[in-house]
Nanobody
Framework: QVQLVESGGGLVQAGGSLRLSCAASGRTSSTYTMGWFRRAPGKEREFVAAISWSDGNTLYADSVKGRFTISRDNPKNTVYLQMDNLKPEDTAVYYC?????????????????WGQGTQVTVSS
């Protein structure tokens, strides 16, 4: 099993920044790609970004390209999501996810493990 714990959410004004962290523990050797998803009120969960542990290859949703940056710290088994120029529409619960394949992808069903989520609220 793999456990994922998110942190770093909070309340920020539009145009501000936040950095989310996701710490992985347990059988981390079986996780090869880490992703971030989000669920806004009244909407389905959607893909945000993903990164490969091995080569650092990344993938972003169009809605966050140029504003969000995903990165990893392999020795710490931690993935980060730096969110800049936040907008009210970024308000959501953000979830960290892991999958046992090195191919980064955006489909929710491709991820095997999920964190509990952290709330991000952007005020206008």
């Amino acid at each position: 099993q793999v456990q994922l714990v998110e942190s770093g959410g909070g309340l920020v004004q539009a145009g501000g920044s936040l950095r989310l962290s996701c710490a992985a523990s347990g059988r981390t050797s079986s996780t090869y790609t880490m992703g971030w998803f989000r669920r806004a009120p009244g909407k389905e969960r959607e893909f945000v970004a993903a990164i490969s542990w091995s080569d650092g290859n990344t993938l972003y949703a169009d809605s966050v390209k140029g504003r969000f940056t995903i990165s990893r710290d392999n020795p710490k088994n931690t993935v980060y999501l730096q969110m800049d120029n936040l907008k009210p529409e970024d308000t959501a619960v953000y979830y960290c996810a892991a999958r046992g394949s090195g191919i980064v992808q955006s489909r929710e069903w491709g991820y095997d493990y999920w964190g509990q989520g952290t709330q991000v609220t952007v005020s206008s």
